[in-house]
């Protein structure tokens, strides 16, 4: 069946990276959604297909103390806990309390959230901000803790990101997310109506895993009306062959971003799921899932996924062209958790709506 076919490349491109890779990845932002990504699809499947590759990535951690300095670097917490909840293995217990203990003590920088770069090398020189990366970096993550562990004041602080965010980053006109918030100035980044793709995919990846937190949370309406509008605003955006661009409203004039589709397919499939949206988002999200998965490249033994955006910052003064002229690559680490994000949610929509897509 076609829908079999598009769920198992992906499953093929899985298989073929943690066979080919070295489990000890950086501790950083991506290699951690990725290590979620794969953690989820073995739930998904009911295998433990990932699990001895995720406990390489734990265990080399365990015996080489990574820094937990920013919002980037709290994200392996979503491995970590994971791996504990699956060996119950002390060590990466531990692993995962220094994340949370970053989460909770960390110096808020307006409101109740933190600077996204934190104490890192980098954050000391650049200006204090907060991104919209952090919805998923820093919040999914304690949502998700919070939720299994009964922790309602970690879950307040999960759950409060988003409208605080919303409130400094969200344009009132056109729904969409500016990439960051730069306190000092007091004013969105960039100043220029241009809204990143993967940014906007950020979002709307990051609040339905939210919202499967969030149970009655007084946080949980507003959770929902951010992601209807912003689900709104972005479905003009989609190009005709069902991608989006990494400037979003600058269509034509940037490049198409596979990242940014595939997140925002993620989040359309997991909406509709919830309910919370209707069939024109579920057409779009497939859409968008089959041109990236369509995109796949075969070469020799390798699978890649194309078209992603290197790592992202807001450049001072020329932000228009930092976008478009940041290069892209294949099988970026993030770009392969949001190919895997979205293929589980669109085997499980698949599933429930009973029919082949």
Known sequence: MQQRLYYTKVVELANHIVKTWDPKMKWMWGEALLGYALARLD???????????????????????PPVDQSDTAAPGLITYMMQKKTHNPDYEALTQRVLDYIRHE????????????????????PKSIWVDSLMMFSVFPAIYAKNEKDPGLMDI????????????????????????????????????????RGNGWVIAALPMLLDQADDHKEKATII????????????????????????????KTYRELSATLLIASGWFRGYHQGLLDKRFLDA???????????LIYEESH???????????????????????????????????????????????????????
């Open 285 to 295: 999200a497939i859409k968008a899932y089959h041109a990236s998965v369509d995109s």
């Open 158 to 197: 999960a759950l409060r990101q988003p409208r605080v965010m919303a409130k400094y980053m969200m344009d009132p006109e056109s729904n969409l997310w500016y990439h960051s918030y730069w306190v000092k100035k007091k004013t969105h980044y960039p100043k220029r109506k241009l809204f990143w793709g």
């Open 303 to 357: 699978i890649y996924l194309p078209e992603i955006s290197a790592p992202t910052i807001p450049l001072p003064l020329l932000p228009y062209l930092g976008y478009k002229w940041t290069p892209r690559g294949k099988n970026w680490s993030y770009g392969l958790a949001a190919l895997i994000f979205a293929a589980i949610e669109y085997d499980s929509v698949c599933t429930k709506v009973k029919k082949d897509l």
């Open 107 to 126: 110096p808020r920088l307006i409101e109740d959230s933190v600077n996204h770069l934190g104490n890192s090398l980098i954050g000391r020189f650049y």
């Open 225 to 252: 009306s951010l992601f209807r509008k912003t689900s709104e605003a972005l479905i003009k955006y989609q190009r005709p062959d069902g991608t989006f661009e990494t400037v979003l409203n600058k269509p034509g």
């Open 43 to 65: 739930q998904h499947q009911g295998t433990d297909d990932y699990t001895p590759f995720l406990r390489g990535y734990c265990d080399y951690y365990v015996a080489h103390q």
